[in-house]
């Protein structure tokens, strides 16, 4: 299996600044997603993280909103731009590609994001 | 594109009940379909995956199936326990992929 952190955990952010939110997995893995939890709600795909070329986002996420970093195989960066309060929301990340374990999806605990 | 169901929304049982949570995909091409649970607040902790070669899995108490032809997916969860109450969450490959989309949940609760 994979372990999965991120920072921060949580943080509140007033609107028109960017957090960025880090990823990082306990071992190489083959793909890194990007999902988005708002509140009371299932999770939404943002984007695939391709480890050194852009990510690829999927419909209705945009790279100037939500541009995404993956130097290596084990670590992967979310930057949420320009944030309003529709941004509020958790944002996970997500591993497959470990091992036996291939088609294992894991996830990291969370970033919960407050926008003021 | 891949859509996903999930019945009921919300379940409320008695300790030693078992119980049945399903899930309806439909596009039958999947590469895997993956169960988790949710703890409030919490991140994601996976609980079975089931590839497309593969009509079953079991873990402990939990047992999940898949019938691709039909589009559907079953969580049995044998004698439930208070420590099961959690948000359920069924996800499928999306068309060829194997990027995840994810149902809506089936937010159990288990009564002591």
């Known amino acids: 299996s994979a372990v999965i952190s991120q920072k921060p955990s949580r943080d509140i952010c007033q609107r028109g600044t960017s957090l960025t939110i880090q990823c990082q997995v306990d071992?190489?893995?083959?793909?890194m997603f990007w999902y988005r939890q708002q509140p009371g709600q299932s999770l939404t795909l943002i984007a695939t993280a391709n480890q050194g070329s852009e990510a690829t986002y999927e419909s209705g996420f945009v790279i100037d909103k939500f541009p995404i970093s993956r130097p290596n195989l084990t670590f992967s960066t979310l930057t949420v731009s320009n944030m309003s309060p529709e941004d509020s929301s958790i944002y996970l990340c997500?591993?497959?590609?470990?091992?036996?374990?291939?088609?294992?999806?894991?996830f990291g605990p969370g970033t919960r994001l407050t926008v003021t | 594109k891949q859509e996903v169901t999930q019945i009921p929304a919300a379940l409320s049982v008695p300790e030693g009940e078992n119980l049945v949570l399903n899930c309806s995909f439909t596009d039958s091409a999947i590469y895997n379909l993956q169960w988790f649970r949710q703890d409030p607040g919490k991140g994601l902790t996976s609980l079975l995956l089931?590839?497309?070669?593969?009509r079953e899995q079991t873990s402990g108490r939990l047992n999940a199936s898949l019938d691709k032809s039909s589009g559907r997916s079953t969580l049995y969860i044998a004698a439930s326990q208070p420590g099961d109450s959690a948000t359920y969450l069924c996800?499928?490959?999306?068309?060829?992929?194997?990027?995840?989309?994810f149902g809506t949940g089936t937010r159990l609760k288990v009564l002591a």
């Open positions: 997500s591993a497959m590609g470990t091992g036996s374990f291939s088609y294992e999806q894991y």
């Open positions: 996800a499928a490959s999306d068309s060829g992929t194997y990027k995840y989309i």
């Open positions: 089931i590839q497309s070669s593969q």
């Open positions: 071992s190489q893995v083959t793909m």
